[in-house]
């Protein structure tokens, strides 16, 4: 056998340079297939969550940042484009759990209480109070789930206010119940497989909750459509649950804008990783660091 020594010592090809186009399109590949890793990593696992409001005090506070457990409820293909805030439509995989009263509960806002659709993408956060099936009233800011007294667990107590806003009762959900925050229901919490009777005085409690259900409803003045045909009962499709904040004279809740579909719940907050003053801009970088919470840190959410 012959050997051809000049393949020995050939020097190894030096790679030619890459041109700046071709820099361009690796530089896109490479942002590209980052992206989808942690879209990926985002709707299967873990996630990340900064708290915008004070509604969940104690428990949790404004500008907490959270590691929140996406597995738990059941984990789902990526349901936003990062730094876009872009909606996907997605397909959530069966959960380990559902649901279950005293969970915080981080979610997809369904809308404000007319709307059929929020305009916007956004993630909430709060306490899961009563389940598909429950019956929840609340009489003088005193909650109670079938009958029984809800109370908080001891570290999310604060001081509740008896006072009663007059105008509540043209913002509560469902229309035309005149609820207000301290005093609402009994309401149930709609089951799949419930049955509504629907007529013409309660048409309007009804309508945005058939229209999230996905179907289009239409109140003729003698008649009400769903889908076009007449209908007097309508049957629940889905399981819901009732979402509070902790702090409940500063919460925008369940109780203004409607129960949260169990596909909507997409993970339970695990613990503090960061904490400081979200409301002033980075522009005041040292200002900001002068107000990270470390106390916070590595706090577990109950």
Not at 35 to 48: D, P
Request: hydrophobic fraction near 40%.
């Amino acid at each position: 056998m012959a050997f051809n020594f000049k393949n020995i010592f050939k020097k190894k090809e030096t790679k030619k340079p890459e041109t700046p186009s071709e820099k361009f399109w690796s530089w896109i590949k490479t942002i590209f297939w980052a992206v989808v890793v942690v879209m990926i990593i985002n709707g299967i696992a873990i996630a990340s969550f900064v708290v915008p409001t004070g509604s969940m005090e104690n428990t949790v506070m404004t500008g907490d940042f959270l590691f929140v457990n996406k597995f738990i409820y059941g984990p789902t293909t990526p349901q936003v484009v990062p730094f876009f805030n872009i909606p996907l439509p997605f397909y959530k995989f069966p959960a380990p759990k559902d649901p279950e009263k005293g969970d915080v509960i981080v979610f997809i806002f369904p809308g404000m209480r007319e709307e059929v659709k929020s305009p916007v993408f956004q993630y909430y956060l709060k306490r899961c109070v009563a389940t598909a099936g429950d019956t929840l009233q609340i009489k003088d800011n005193h909650l109670f789930i079938n009958g029984k007294e809800s109370t908080l667990p001891e570290h999310a107590v604060i001081d509740y206010s008896d006072y009663e806003d007059p105008s509540d009762k043209f913002r509560t959900f469902p229309v035309g119940m005149n609820y207000t925050r301290n005093n609402y229901g009994p309401i149930r919490i709609p089951k799949e497989g419930d049955v509504i009777k629907l007529t013409q005085e309660n048409y309007r409690e009804w309508a945005t909750f058939i229209g999230r259900e996905g179907h289009e409803i239409e109140n003729t003045g003698t008649s009400i459509l769903i889908d076009g045909k007449v209908i007097t009962k309508y049957k629940v499709e889905r399981n819901y649950c009732f979402g509070m904040g902790d702090n409940r004279d500063h919460s925008l809740d369940s109780r203004y804008w409607g129960f949260i579909p169990y596909e909507n719940v997409v993970g339970t907050p695990m613990i503090v990783y960061w904490s400081w003053d979200t409301n002033l801009p980075l522009a005041r970088l040292f200002d900001k660091f002068s107000t990270i919470r470390f106390d916070r840190f590595l706090n577990i959410i109950r």
